[in-house]
């Protein structure tokens, strides 16, 4: 068990360009999150997933933003034509029983 | 619709001394699930202790211990003997539907350890 893993770690991008995250989580766990935090806030909730069907998401969550989650295992969150408020770290999560375990972020810099 | 309150946003605590970081939270839910996270400066949250709307006793976990105290919403971290690693920001969150439902985080708590 490696835990859960977040690529990458940083992501500078311009204005405009899409970028995408990847999320792999524990391998048992299947439920999976994501959440964004801004810098000196905790994390908000953005959507989630219980194998591969996306069961929730946040009024956070414009129609810029789009996760997937093929075959209930790893994830992807894609940001579209990004805009500088979307800068932040961006964490994803899993679970099997009650407690969340987070891997380390992916921290996007949006110029 | 779920809430947490942290009022402190830092706390000072020599090291060796024990301190308690306060965590308030709202819910109508009967079923609910609280839970503390640790935040070093690498970014991780690291998951710490768990307590239950049900549970009757208070959770403990090594040197951290949970004061739940259901009648006030109070949901407050004790660490005892502090050491210089536990400087970090520390979260309380919630989950409601006997924590099926996602975490609704805190604002945080800044903790620095003095030596």
């Known amino acids: 068990d490696t835990g859960v893993s977040q690529n990458p770690r940083h992501k500078i991008t311009k204005r405009g360009q899409n970028v995408t995250f990847r999320c792999d989580p524990i391998?048992?766990?299947?439920?999976l999150y994501w959440y964004r935090q801004t810098l000196g806030q905790g994390p908000e909730f953005l959507t989630y997933?219980?194998?591969?069907?996306?069961?929730?998401k946040s009024r956070l969550l414009s129609d810029r933003f789009s996760a997937e989650r093929p075959k209930g295992s790893f994830s992807t969150l894609e940001i579209q034509r990004t805009e500088q408020g979307d800068s932040a770290m961006y964490l994803c999560?899993?679970?099997?029983?009650?407690?969340?375990?987070f891997g380390p972020g992916t921290r996007l810099t949006v110029t | 619709a779920q809430k947490i309150t942290q009022t402190q946003p830092g706390m000072f605590v020599q090291e060796k001394e024990a301190v308690t970081l306060d965590c308030t939270y709202d819910?109508?839910?009967?079923?609910?699930?609280l839970f503390w996270y640790k935040q070093p400066s690498s970014g991780e949250m690291i998951f710490l202790i768990y307590?239950?709307?049900?549970?009757?006793q208070n959770a403990t976990e090594g040197r951290y211990s949970l004061n739940f105290q259901k009648a006030r919403k109070s949901a407050n971290l004790v660490i005892s003997a502090s050491q210089l690693g536990d400087s970090a920001m520390y979260f309380c969150?919630?989950?409601?539907?006997?924590?099926?439902?996602?975490?609704?985080f805190g604002k945080g708590t800044r903790l620095s350890v003095i030596a």
């Open positions: 969150a919630m989950s409601v539907n006997s924590g099926n439902t996602p975490l609704v």
């Open positions: 391998s048992e766990h299947n439920r």
């Open positions: 307590q239950g709307s049900y549970d009757q």
């Open positions: 997933f219980q194998n591969e069907a996306q069961l929730e």
């Open positions: 999560a899993s679970r099997t029983n009650y407690e969340q375990y």
């Open positions: 819910t109508s839910d009967p079923s609910y699930g």
